[in-house]
């Protein structure tokens, strides 16, 4: 028997954008804008998210939402929370590229005034969802690391480990070859973040560069870009600062789960539009890359981890988690992780809430000793 499930909490990347400058060392970002091929990856993960979740053949329709699929959303079901600081300008139009194809334009999106005159929504019924976002300076749970004293500590902890020397000397020779073709850029491990950022962009955007970037420097370059990205955001203990990308965001992930499963509450879709970092701090928080090594580092543009809640068979009746991820267009569909050392697809909300709320609960306190106000 499918189990049915109560509503999903969803994290999303942006789609692409232009180029994008990253401090090393501190991780301050530079301005950046989204593309139009941006907002189709977006549009089109929200329509995959739309057929999977909300269509009413969809074995996953989530329960109370409207079977009807020209029905217009109920306000009080969705929350969107978006990401304001560092690709902040980018996330924003990601999440509105997403909901366009998740909640798309319906005739039915209309209002009769008292004079009996009926207006429907510019664009064909077009669909409003409101947006919330946090002011980037004091955003502390989508853009935690930025300021913190802490987590730079742990960026410097990190280059001078002997690992990361050793991959820097084993990662010479490709230095080497690619100094001709970053213009200037520090060609180091260091840095490796915008060497890879400034070659992808260019690889897809300017044709003259494509066809003259020698084959195997970008995977090179996306190798190693993983492996750095995948050590400074991460941490042995799941409670430490390397993985405050996802201790941070796992308040609003538990919250919504209490309000889904627990509270007599409509929410049924939480979904959450950020950058890169989360997903590779909950990567290793929830114990994923033991089974999926792949996923190690980036996740690309427009991917998604989806957060189901599912209600068991009777006679249990209990509530299950069930994590998804697709990594972008690279994934035609969600792949099923297996998380916390479980061999399930699921496990008891109860249990997950139990085993991932300490890791986040001595976080706020750190970014108050850390963050400026």
């Known amino acids: 028997m499918q189990p049915q499930v109560l509503g999903v909490l969803v994290l999303a990347r942006n789609g692409d954008r232009t180029g994008f400058y990253q401090d090393p060392y501190t991780y301050e970002p530079s301005f950046t804008e989204s593309t139009p091929l941006g ?44 990401k304001a600081g560092g690709e902040g300008a980018t996330v924003f139009d990601s999440s509105i590229a997403l909901l366009q194809g998740m909640f798309p334009p319906t005739q039915r999106n209309k209002i009769t005034l008292a004079n009996g005159t009926t207006i429907t929504s510019p664009l064909g019924g077009y669909q409003y969802v409101p947006v919330e976002m946090v002011p980037d300076s004091s955003d502390s749970v989508l ?3 930025v300021d913190c004293a802490a987590f730079k500590k742990h960026i410097t902890k990190v280059y001078n480990s002997e690992e990361f020397k050793e991959k820097a000397r084993d990662a010479k020779h490709f230095f080497g070859s690619v100094h001709d073709y970053v213009f200037g850029r520090p060609t180091t491990l260091e840095n490796i973040w915008n060497v890879y950022d400034y070659l992808n962009t260019e690889l897809t955007y300017n044709q003259t560069f494509a066809f003259r970037l020698p084959p195997t420097l970008i995977e090179q370059a ?16 799941v409670g430490g600062i390397g993985n405050i990308a996802g201790r941070t965001i796992l308040h609003p992930i538990l919250r919504s789960f209490e309000r889904i499963a627990f509270d007599d509450d409509p929410l049924r879709i939480f979904l959450i539009e950020t950058s890169y ?30 957060f189901e809640l599912l209600r068991g068979p009777a006679p249990e009746f209990r509530d299950f988690v069930r994590i998804k991820f697709k990594n972008g267009t690279d994934d035609s569909e969600f792949q099923t992780l297996r998380v916390l050392g479980h061999e399930d697809d699921a496990i008891p909300v109860t249990e997950f809430i139990y085993r991932l709320e300490g890791s986040h609960s001595k976080t706020p306190s750190a970014l108050q000793l850390n963050k400026p106000r």
């Open 39 to 82: 907002a189709v990856e977006s549009f089109q993960l929200g329509s995959y998210l739309k057929s999977t979740y909300l269509d009413s053949s969809s074995p996953l329709h989530i329960l109370d939402m409207p079977l009807d699929p020209t029905h217009p959303i109920p306000p009080n079901q969705v929350h969107v929370h978006a």
């Open 277 to 306: 970092q989360p997903f590779i701090s909950l990567f290793h928080m929830l114990d994923v890359l033991s089974s999926r090594p792949d996923l190690a580092g980036i996740p690309n543009y427009a991917s998604a981890l989806s």
């Open 222 to 237: 996306r190798a190693l870009a993983n492996y750095h990205e995948d050590a400074v955001f991460s941490d042995k203990e």
């Open 143 to 145: 853009e935690s690391w």
